[in-house]
């Protein structure tokens, strides 16, 4: 018996419980069923265009930059341009995601590396699971597909949305997770990101890049 066995053991002790009773399961089951939704802002509350541009104006009040494209087969030639708009290498690291290998990489000079960063890279490419309208903010599941490390290291990070996984608030993203995971295999870890990293500890100074990309640039995909 682990020493967590122990401290349930001993709270269900002083509780009288074993923990087997079918009607306490019931309870539990039901109150997370029907657990009552937080307060959830207004200003995401929105549909259609209007949601889709709340969204872009958000990312760019983070400090972040954002472009459109008509379909996935645009994606690579778009971040070809923003790496050359922006004098940085054409290199690029990405996971394993099926949508970004199905893309036309072929037809960029991109020189491209697959697999989790080491932290010598200057540039990445991820795809978001959503994005959240209502603060510019991309949600990203980890696991092969989308190494975590991609969030992080890289000096400049470069996120793929679909234009219909943009949601109104944070509640429906996790909606979305819980129904598409499922209970028991969710990801081990989700990360919100909103913006490029940054920093005003010292002095309130901002500072870009204190713990993580330095530059966050937002692909909105049309399908």
């Known amino acids: 018996m682990s020493s967590r066995d122990d401290i349930f053991a001993n709270i269900r002790r ?26 959830i802002p207004k200003r995401g509350q929105v549909s259609g265009e209007e949601r889709i541009a709340l969204f872009k104006t958000m990312v760019e009040t983070s400090l972040a930059t954002v472009t459109e494209v008509a379909s996935a087969a645009e994606v690579p ?3 070809a341009l923003f790496l050359r708009n922006h004098n940085l290498p054409a290199t690029l ?6 949508r970004l290998k199905a893309m036309p990489w072929a037809d960029t000079a991109l020189e491209i590396a697959h697999g989790p960063s080491e932290g010598r890279d200057l540039n990445a490419v991820s795809h978001a699971f959503g994005g959240i ?4 903010t991309l949600a990203m599941v980890s696991g092969p597909e989308n190494p975590s490390t991609l969030n992080f290291l890289p000096d400049n990070h470069i996120i793929v949305v679909s234009a219909k996984d943009i949601a109104g608030d944070y509640e429906s993203v996790w909606n979305r997770i819980r129904f598409a995971y499922g209970k028991g295999s969710m990801p ?9 990293s940054r920093s005003g500890d010292i002095e ?8 993580g990309p330095r530059r966050l640039h937002v692909v909105v995909v049309r399908d």
């Open 14 to 39: 002083s509780l009288g419980v074993k923990g087997s009773e079918t009607i306490r399961q019931q309870i539990v089951a039901d109150r997370l069923e029907r657990s009552p939704r937080g307060v």
């Open 77 to 79: 030639q778009s971040i």
């Open 93 to 98: 690291r990405m996971g394993d995601d099926p």
């Open 133 to 136: 309208a209502e603060s510019g």
């Open 188 to 196: 081990r870890t989700v990360n919100f990101i909103t913006g490029p």
């Open 204 to 211: 309130q100074t901002l500072l870009l890049g204190a713990h």
